[in-house]
């Protein structure tokens, strides 16, 4: 199974509203994305988002930064 750096931050922004970072669903987090391959957002994710914002805005149907930063992560490892 793999993810993202992307969801990795969504679930922490998840869990650090209602605990500490020090928590226990912080190391339960970790520990479950320990067990994932991770992919990272990096310069060609970062091409490939801006090409997939802009084609999108120019057809009126934006998104949402972070779903085109999934989004790019996914076309650019082929997933």
Avoid: C, H, W
């Avoid at 226990?24 to 091409?47: C, P």
């Amino acid at each position: 199974m793999a993810t993202t750096a992307i969801n990795a931050l969504e679930l922490y922004v998840g869990i650090v509203e209602v605990e500490n970072v020090g928590g226990k669903r912080i190391q339960k987090t970790r520990g479950f994305l320990d067990g994932l391959m991770v992919f990272n957002f990096d310069q060609k994710s970062a091409v490939t988002a801006a090409a997939i914002l802009n084609s999108l805005k120019r057809l009126s149907q934006p998104i949402g930064l972070k779903d085109a930063l999934i989004a790019s992560i996914a076309l650019e490892n082929s997933l």
